[in-house]
């Protein structure tokens, strides 16, 4: 009932791209003087991918069943179980919707964890793509924000309808009040340049690297430059999201500052290599 394909492939891409990079790059770039260093790198960095591997196995077990005695929802070793009794009311979202992560995380393809959904409150989030409109379910375990392929789509509505005796709500997010629906990160063109510069950044920084550091002479520590820029790049993106629905500008902040702190390192570098 789940479209998921994109979703995991996405996340195991860059799931080996990132930490592969992170783990290699700190074991390249500090020896055994830096042993105390090391650890404390390297507790971190096994802490989140310990997380981030169990947020992928959710994504590869996510799935939505219809159960004669109600819905159930897959992830991971999870299963929510909601009575067709304890559904209060289901909405069917339909437009792009204003969502921000308040204990959650996201790429595409995937949403899970506890979310904000500006004009409706908050959701409990199993989803693929719910920016491209997701069922809303209010029961009595929660609210819940699911996205079942859409040939299933009405499938389970029709099943909603009978066994709960309620109809379903169409609530069309393009349509909404804008001061109810609020902005979304998603739509702020000044912010996507930022995060598009940080990207750019991050790679020419990458590029410069892998072409002039092999054979320069200078110290492995220059590559832990990268991938310090790169564990906050992704800190300060998550933290943006949140920060933006209340703060614009501490969200552009956190952009600028990864903006900076790149800048800055590839300036070292610079230094470590070209200018020696």
Do not use: C
Not at 61 to 81: A, F, S
Not at 85 to 109: C, D, F, H, Q, T
Request: no cysteine; hydrophobic share 50%.
């Amino acid at each position: 009932m789940v479209n998921k394909s994109k979703g995991i492939g996405f996340g195991i891409l860059l799931g080996a791209l990132v930490f592969g990079f992170s783990f290699w790059g700190i074991s390249f770039s500090l020896g055994p003087e830096d042993a105390t260093l090391k650890l404390f790198l390297y507790i971190p960095a096994y802490f989140f991918l310990f997380i981030y591997i169990v947020l992928l196995l959710g994504a590869i077990n996510l799935n939505y069943y219809i159960k004669n005695d109600g819905l159930e929802i897959n992830w991971g070793i999870r299963k929510i179980h909601i009575n067709w009794n304890e559904i209060e009311k289901v909405l069917k979202i339909e437009g792009r919707s204003n969502l921000y992560s308040l204990l959650g995380a996201s790429w595409p393809g995937y949403m899970i964890g506890l979310y904000g959904v500006k004009g409706l409150g908050t959701a409990r989030m199993y989803a693929t793509n719910p920016w491209e409109g997701f069922l809303y379910v209010k029961s009595s375990k929660g609210f819940f924000g699911i996205t079942p392929e859409k040939e299933e789509m009405t499938k389970l509505l029709q099943t909603i309808k009978e066994k709960t005796k309620q109809p379903v709500e169409v609530v069309n997010m393009d349509n909404m009040d804008p001061e109810i629906k609020g902005s979304s990160i998603k739509d702020d063109n000044f912010y996507q340049l930022l995060f598009r510069l940080n990207l750019i950044f991050l790679g020419a920084f990458g590029a410069y690297l892998a072409i002039f550091f092999p054979g320069s002479g200078a110290p492995n520590f220059t590559i832990l430059l990268l991938v310090l820029a790169v564990a906050l790049f992704f800190f300060n993106i998550g933290n943006a999201g949140r920060l933006f629905q209340f703060s614009k500008t501490g969200a552009y902040a956190l952009q600028i500052i990864s903006i900076g702190v790149t800048g800055l390192f590839i300036i070292l570098a610079l230094s470590e290599i070209t200018l020696k």
